[in-house]
């Protein structure tokens, strides 16, 4: 676990009942990254004259705590980016309304994987032509846990009222440019300037609003400027056996050293950003 804390925020400091209560030695897996914290705790344990012990299982530690690291070494959330894609590389046929069926590419286990992940996280984000094409409700109903946050990216307001993604399952954030028309109570508009950086914009907001962790579900364009911009953290990508001849070109990413596992017809490749990993 993390170093005892040596500071007053929500709780008093842990350092100071470990010495209160005069611990005779304590193990310790990893430093904490918080500045506030950061070999003061370790400090202020010694200098009592109690025995400590650090780096015990340190890797598992730093993996178990990983996306506290990412919160508090880059003041963001820890971003996950999951797509299916078919074995020729798309990831789903060329639509225009939401008339046209979509292309099926995960499988019933996979779909329960996916619903899985979204009780792990606080939020999950899609952008506009997702929500118009797909209408989702991106809740965790085939998995037991919470729901998460969800978050659409829609600039000229163009989701109507009526979509699936503006259900009370949970709550809802909406990054536009102006003043927003659809009101409902679990709806929260955040205007940005999508001239400037929006991915970096996004993701100080949801930091702001203490949504710590974020999965990316969108298409290949919002998935891509993620990619691009080295903003992600992980990212799971499902390759099923399934052609598609032709449609919307997967997001391009290296599957260099990623862990592959099968499920059913389709394979998962489970990647680490190197940029994450660096603190590991």
Not at 64 to 89: C, E, H, M, T
Request: hydrophobic content about 35%.
């Amino acid at each position: 676990s993390l170093e005892p804390c040596a500071h007053h925020g929500k709780t008093p400091p842990c350092a100071e009942l470990i010495i209160e209560k005069k611990i005779p030695k304590v193990v310790i897996a990893v430093s904490d990254p918080n500045p506030k914290v950061s070999g003061k705790g370790i400090e202020k344990i010694q200098k009592s004259g109690i025995e400590v012990t650090t780096g015990i299982l340190q890797k598992e530690a730093e993996e178990l705590n990983r996306a506290f690291f990412v919160n508090q070494l880059y003041n963001r959330p820890y971003v996950i980016l999951k797509w299916a894609q078919s074995s020729d590389g798309f990831i789903d046929y060329r639509r225009s309304t939401a008339e046209e069926a979509p292309a099926q590419i995960s499988n019933d286990l996979t779909h329960s994987i996916v619903h899985r992940f979204r009780t792990h996280v606080q939020g999950i984000m899609v952008g506009t032509d997702t929500a118009l094409l797909d209408n989702p409700k991106l809740t965790a109903r085939k998995w037991f846990g919470n729901n998460p946050t969800r978050i659409v990216i829609d600039r000229e307001a163009k989701i109507p009222s009526n979509a699936a993604i503006f259900s009370e399952d949970s709550a809802v954030i909406v990054f536009t440019q102006s003043g927003y028309p659809v009101r409902k109570r679990n709806i929260k508009p955040i205007i940005i300037d999508f001239n400037r950086d929006t991915n970096r914009q996004i993701l100080k907001h949801l930091y702001a609003e203490k949504i710590y962790s974020v999965l990316v579900e969108g298409g290949t364009r919002l998935l891509s400027t993620f990619i691009d911009k080295n903003l992600w953290d992980e990212a799971y990508i499902e390759i099923a056996a399934t052609k598609l001849i032709s449609g919307v070109k997967a997001p391009e990413i290296s599957m260099d050293n990623a862990i592959t596992k099968k499920y059913l017809d389709s394979t998962q490749h489970h990647l680490k950003n190197k940029i994450t990993q660096n603190f590991l």
